[in-house]
């Protein structure tokens, strides 16, 4: 299992600490594989944005208008956290649900 998130994140650290400390991929210097972005883009779809982060708020209406995947690319920041990799499936958050599915 992966983790695609910040080491700073709150959430990230509830997700991994509850996860029993599962690899992270800090998205900050590391940024998004492209297959995974691509896959993640396709599953949540304009989902994966943060449009309450601070990254987010910082852009310009022109940047804001750019295509989820290219934002991304050059913010990785702007992803909601964490992204969590478990074989072949992907979650975004660490909702509820989210932990009923991963812990059981």
């Known amino acids: ?48 944005l943060n449009r309450r982060s601070t990254t987010w708020r910082g852009l310009s209406e022109d940047e804001r208008a750019a295509p989820m995947e290219d934002l991304l690319r050059a913010h990785p920041l702007l992803m909601k956290r964490p992204l969590i990799e478990a074989g072949d499936r992907l979650y975004l958050g660490w909702t509820p649900q989210v932990r009923a599915a991963l812990l059981g």
């Open 1 to 48: 299992m992966i983790i695609y998130g910040i080491k700073n994140c709150d959430t990230c650290r509830k997700a991994l600490k509850e996860l029993g400390n599962p690899e992270l991929v800090d998205i900050r210097h590391d940024g998004l594989p492209e297959n995974l972005l691509r896959r993640a883009a396709e599953t949540f779809g304009n989902d994966l």
